[in-house]
């Protein structure tokens, strides 16, 4: 298990037509704020410092209705269609991962091997992948008989390496510019070198885009169905 640091609060909130339709993060007083257009109503996440959520559900329903009314002006007619705390979801965060993914005739792939941080939204690709890389040595293997388990230590032998940098590279973010943000509103963070130098220079803003549309180890079907 890896200190994945913040948890978050999921609710929906129907969606008002005011010319601005993208998904996008807010960043303010302290509050940190995913809005995933779904057409007819925002998904929003509600990133908390782990542990803080008894805090704010002791501060009231009405106070954490009017902080995220304050964010931003699609969100204050919205918020109102929240009647109680029945209506927010409270998502545990955790980041962690299986030594060993398989035992005979038993192989995890997915949040059942390593379980990813929300950040990136990058869980399902890794999953779908995972399920790639299992087929392409898996079904060789059952064509000839059964697969042993050397065959399943191949796929995580393939497969452990993407999850673990993914994971890394969430831990960092979490570390490093939603914790310190989410503690102290006062709080300004030094970007990286790395992340300053991909923000100066747009030919290379492609490279964080493939690491997490793509990973780091993209899978192909190399085998026939």
């Not at 782990?50 to 918020?79: C, N, Q, T, Y």
């Not at 939204?121 to 392409?136: C, E, H, K, R, Y």
């Not at 220079?201 to 192909?220: D, N, S, T, W, Y």
């Amino acid at each position: 298990d890896t200190d994945a640091s913040i948890d978050a609060l999921w609710f929906r909130i129907p969606r008002i037509e005011n010319g601005n339709d993208q998904s996008m993060n807010i960043m303010q007083d302290g509050k940190m704020l995913v809005m995933l257009n779904r057409s007819d109503y925002w998904q929003c996440a509600d990133v908390i410092k782990k542990g803080k959520f008894e805090d704010i559900k002791a501060a009231g329903f009405a106070a954490f209705k009017a902080s995220i009314g304050a964010l931003d002006p699609r969100l204050a007619l919205g918020v109102q269609s929240l009647s109680s705390w029945d209506d927010v979801k409270f998502l545990g965060v955790t980041v962690d991962h299986l030594e060993t993914w398989h035992r005979p005739g038993l192989l995890c792939i997915g949040d059942a091997a390593h379980a990813m941080s929300p950040a990136g939204g990058v869980g399902i690709n890794l999953a779908i992948q995972d399920a790639v890389g299992a087929a392409n040595i898996l079904i060789p293997a059952f064509r000839s008989g059964v697969p042993s388990d050397a065959d399943t230590a191949r796929v995580q032998s393939r497969r452990e390496f993407p999850a673990r940098m993914t994971q890394r590279l969430q831990i960092n973010l979490h570390k490093h510019g939603i914790i310190p943000f989410v503690s102290n509103p006062a709080h300004r963070t030094k970007l990286p070198f790395v992340v300053w130098l991909v923000s100066k220079l747009p030919i290379l803003r492609r490279i964080p885009a493939r690491l997490v549309g793509m990973g780091f180890r993209p899978e192909r079907v190399e085998v026939k169905w």
